[in-house]
């Protein structure tokens, strides 16, 4: 449920208006994220970087390099390749891989992972791979379904006696009339429909629409009729739908390869399309096998030369790169080149070490195989500036008002020790600033916060007496 806001204006009569805001979904304040401040690269159309854009600052040839990348994966000439963004910690490697995604949009697949998560008491290190490979493959399938449309204007649901016996009854059908632009259709329900009518919260006034086949009901949102009435929980008003109620309609639907894995670990019916993705509803905790992935691949295929479906190349970032060891580069190696094989971003701060598992170094810890493989973005440390821009974009996040010389004084300290430490004093410094009935974060308020908490590197340097 939706909390509400009340505003009140009095007018020159002295009457009171009060205008109640709605919070639901939209209204609610979002949990800030360590890169909730990221909306993209900050790219203008001819592929030139800003020195503040999209929530990123300096990094440009970075950035421009990643829009590059962007476009050869819209274009997807870029699938089966790899990217290794390398650099020190703090100068915004997962950042950048997040701007990417931003970039890509929400129907491309973005997987991320740590290069720590293959070592599971579980799974095989390889499996854990195969499984984010999967993950950041998606499949676009598309399908002409006959469907009802329209608007609810009845909802009626009718009982009879419980064959069980006692007092209660069951329904037994519901009577549901749909209107649309081009007229009206009254449809008798079965009752396992108007389960799925009560699931979805349905009333009367709401965009619906219904397979005939397989009698699933979606809610679209509220007829935008009824947009100028008191209503907090409308999600969204939608026109009421053109054409007949009774129609064909291409529905699009968006899968993963992990999705379809998952949901045919233990088979049962059909191999065709339609089955496997029935079978996603019903999820079960069963071991995937090569020859099971092997078969969903045949089948994809077959459905991409047909037309049916679509293969989207997501994009799976591994941080932390240089925690995989050489059965894990083994296995990369390889899949790389499969037919099915995603973007994969790599991310490290190493330089040159060794290769875990062996005994032999290489540059940021990849065996040189694989290396050459992979296209390099390097990102340079900050200069001190470019942290109080940083910081000025993270405080507006998160709420926090800074004075000019508290910013300046977040730049130097940031330069001194790291980004990361800069940012975790904002919201102390806030909460000091508060407790002194000041309105903005001054450089004291900065000094007391550096004071409380110790960088890792001043914990480091104290001894033990």
Known sequence: MGTTTTTTTTTATGMKIDEVVAKGKAGAVARVAAHTHITGLGVDNEGNAAAVGGGLVGQQKAREAASVAVELIRSKKLAGHALLLAGAPGVGKTGLALAIAHELGRKVPFCAMVGSEVYSSELKKTAVLAENFRRAIGLRIKETKEVYEGEVTELTPEETENVHGGFAKSVS??????????????????ASIYESL??????????????????????????DAYAAEFDLEAEAYVPLPKGDVHKRREVVQDVTLHDLDAANAAPEGGSDLVSMMNQMLRRRRTEVT??????????????????????????????EVHMLDLECFTFLSRALESALAPIVIFATNRGDCVVRGTDERSPHGIPADLLERL???????????????????????????????????????????????????????????????????????????????????????????
Request: a positive charge; hydrophobic letters at 45%.
């Open 198 to 223: 009560v699931k979805e919260r349905v009333a009367l006034g709401d965009v619906i629409y219904i397979e005939a086949t397989s009698g699933a009901v979606k809610r679209v949102g509220r007829c």
């Open 375 to 465: 296209t390099v973005i390097r990102l340079r440390p900050y200069v001190a500036a470019e942290i109080a821009a940083i910081v000025q974009a993270r405080a507006a996040v998160e709420g926090v008002e800074l004075t000019d010389a508290a910013v300046q004084a977040c730049g130097e300290l940031g330069q001194q020790f790291s980004l990361r430490f800069v940012c975790q004093l904002l919201t102390p410094a806030r909460v000091l600033a508060q407790v002194g009935g000041a309105e903005r974060v001054d450089v004291a308020h900065l000094a007391e916060a550096k004071a409380l908490f110790l960088h890792s590197s001043e914990s480091a340097a104290i001894k033990p007496k």
């Open 173 to 190: 059908h519901v009577v549901v009339s749909l209107k649309s632009a081009k007229g009206s259709k009254q449809l008798r329900l079965d």
């Open 290 to 319: 090569d020859k099971l992935r092997a078969e969903i691949n045949k089948t994809v295929n077959q459905y991409i030369e047909q037309g049916v479906a679509e293969l989207v190349p997501g994009v799976l970032f591994i941080d």
